[in-house]
């Protein structure tokens, strides 16, 4: 199971046993809280089946989703590397299988083994590269801009040809509102918008980017005129 984690994709298949003898296992249900903001546990998570939301509370009651994370990632490492109690709050957006790890043995595993510390390592230098890229965005961009931004990045995710892309199970109005600090009536006015400019088109539970290009220009547009 543990082969799925995508820091471990370098490990040989002993490897990956000796890793496993040290993990404990874990079912959540839908719904259900994994870590709470501030809480002193310290093990890192892998996520073997299902998808986690990473929230943060405001004092006022307002929340922030920092990320969603699919099965093949891992979460928890910032505290089991620095030991400061938990900076958000994950809870399981499906029905999740997850795999933990206490954060000495998680220390280990980094010192003694070359692949996994420089996985590890990349993984945290991209963090830092797109929790800048949405400070910037927060910083500088109209509220529509950051939906855009939003979107785009949804959609790099999951293109599916050079210049369409689908976004499966596409966050709720309220979701994408709290992923880009703003309001629901926003977000619906502006993908209205979109969708009467032909950019995108709602289809069930997915949404359609119908021109990638497009969208991606009037990020850069406006990102541009900014520098």
């Not at 590890?120 to 230098?125: C, H, M, Q």
């Not at 976004?167 to 709720?172: E, F, G």
Request: hydrophobic share 40%; proline share 3%; glycine share 4%.
């Amino acid at each position: 199971m543990l082969s799925v984690i995508k820091e471990f994709k370098n490990l040989s298949p002993s490897e990956l046993e000796t890793v496993a003898g040290i993990c404990h296992w874990h079912r959540y249900e839908s719904g259900e809280d994994v870590v709470r903001y501030h809480d002193n546990s310290n093990s890192v998570f892998f996520i073997l089946q299902g998808e986690i939301r990473v929230t943060y509370h405001s004092l006022s009651g307002h929340e922030v989703i920092l990320c969603d994370l699919p099965a093949g990632e891992l979460f928890g490492e910032l505290t089991a590397i620095d030991g400061r109690a938990r900076s958000a709050t994950v809870v399981a957006r499906t029905n999740t299988s997850l795999a933990s790890m206490p954060a000495p043995d998680f220390l280990n595993l980094i010192y003694s083994n070359q692949n996994v510390a420089a996985a590890i390592l990349s993984r945290l230098t991209g963090q830092v590269r797109r929790l800048t890229e949405r400070i910037y965005d927060f910083s500088t961009l109209a509220v529509r801009s950051r939906i855009h931004a939003e979107l785009l990045r949804l959609a790099k995710k999951q293109t599916t040809t050079p210049n369409m892309a689908i976004i499966t199970s596409v966050p709720t109005h309220t979701d994408l509102a709290n992923l880009v600090s703003t309001h629901r009536e926003a977000v619906t006015r502006e993908l209205n918008s979109l969708i009467k400019k032909n950019l995108i088109e709602r289809k069930g539970h997915d949404l359609h980017i119908l021109d990638v290009s497009a969208l991606t220009k009037m990020v850069n547009d406006v990102r541009g005129s900014l520098e």
